[in-house]
């Protein structure tokens, strides 16, 4: 049994990730509105991340059955494009930055049907964009090229 598999360093790089943005999450003296910070959505989003991750750790921990060797260069791809993602937000904009990272990892991880990836990848990041700017009218990051994106 290899105790490095695929699943499990992607487990911990998502555990460290999502750790990392929600300890960047306290600290930050924004609004006196309490629940309505701009930190309050992105703390929920991340610790339920960080849970999940935490489960997947363990369950992949108390998993015993025989594996391949990891495919890190899936891994690293997914990594990459993630910090690309994060990177671009700030600059171009939400749904710009999220729809070529989301045909960027469903590609990586093996969806092929062309009209499955453009639906998720236009339509979540319209979906959240949707959300929270329209209705729970807490801006993400817009575009500087279009005010409706």
């Known amino acids: 049994m290899s105790v490095l598999t695929e699943r499990r360093v992607t487990s911990l790089v998502l555990l460290l990730v999502g750790a990392a943005l929600l300890s960047q999450t306290f600290g930050q003296a924004h609004s006196g509105l309490g629940a309505f910070s701009p930190m ?6 991340l610790g339920f991340w960080v ?5 997947d750790i363990f369950a992949e921990l108390r998993d015993h ?3 391949t060797r990891p495919r890190l260069l899936r ?3 997914i990594a990459v494009a993630s910090l690309a993602f994060l990177v671009s937000m700030t600059r171009i904009g939400f749904f710009l930055a999220a729809a070529p990272f989301a045909v960027v990892a469903l590609v990586t ?9 453009a639906g998720v990848a236009v339509g979540v990041p319209a979906a959240l964009v ?10 993400l990051p817009t575009s500087p090229f279009a005010w409706w994106f």
Not at 40 to 45: G, L, Q, S
Not at 51 to 55: D, F
């Open 40 to 45: 309050f959505f992105p703390r929920i989003v």
């Open 51 to 55: 849970a999940v991750a935490v489960l």
């Open 65 to 67: 059955h025989v594996v």
């Open 75 to 77: 891994v690293t791809v």
């Open 109 to 117: 991880l093996g969806l092929r049907n062309p009209l499955s990836i």
């Open 130 to 139: 949707a959300l929270f700017n329209h209705v729970l009218t807490l801006p």
